[in-house]
C-alpha cells in the first residue's frame, strides 16, 4: 500500500503562483511514476502532469505546459506542483497519483493509488 497526502492548496488571485505537494509513505516511492490530475466541479478528473521515476522524465497536459512545473524528491518521498500564472480556470480539486507503469499516463485507471485531494481556487 502507498498512501498519498496531499498539501499546500487554497485561495490565490488570478495571475499568481501556488506550489501543492504530495508526500508518499508505505512502498518504495522512487517505484512509482508520479502525476497530479485535477477535477473541476461538475467535470471529468484531467490529467495535468506527469514524472518519471527518476524525474528526468516530464509530460504535461496543454491547458498546464508552460505554466505548471512538475517535480519529484525521492529522498524525502515528495512529488511537487509549481504552479504560475494561475487563472479561474484552474480552479479544481487537484490528486496526485502514484502508478508502478502508469500507462497510458493520462488515464485514471493506470494509476494504483490515489490522495485524497486539496482544494484550489483562483479568484478572478
Known amino acids: 500500500q502507498v498512501q498519498l497526502v496531499e498539501s499546500g492548496g487554497g485561495l490565490v488571485q488570478a495571475g499568481g503562483s501556488m506550489r501543492l505537494a504530495c508526500t508518499a509513505s508505505?512502498?518504495?516511492?522512487?517505484?512509482?511514476?508520479m502525476s497530479w490530475f485535477r477535477q473541476a466541479p461538475g467535470k471529468e478528473r484531467e490529467f495535468v502532469a506527469s514524472?518519471?521515476?527518476?524525474?528526468?522524465?516530464?509530460h504535461y497536459a496543454d491547458s498546464s505546459a508552460g505554466r505548471f512545473t512538475i517535480s519529484r524528491d525521492n529522498a524525502k518521498n515528495t512529488v511537487y506542483l509549481q504552479m504560475n500564472s494561475l487563472q479561474p480556470e484552474d480552479t479544481a480539486v487537484y490528486y496526485c497519483a502514484a502508478g508502478l507503469k502508469a500507462q497510458p499516463m493520462a488515464e485514471l485507471r493506470a494509476y494504483d493509488y490515489w490522495g485524497q485531494g486539496t482544494q484550489v481556487t483562483v479568484s478572478s
Open positions: 514524472i518519471s521515476r527518476g524525474g528526468g522524465v516530464t
Open positions: 508505505g512502498r518504495t516511492f522512487s517505484n512509482y511514476v
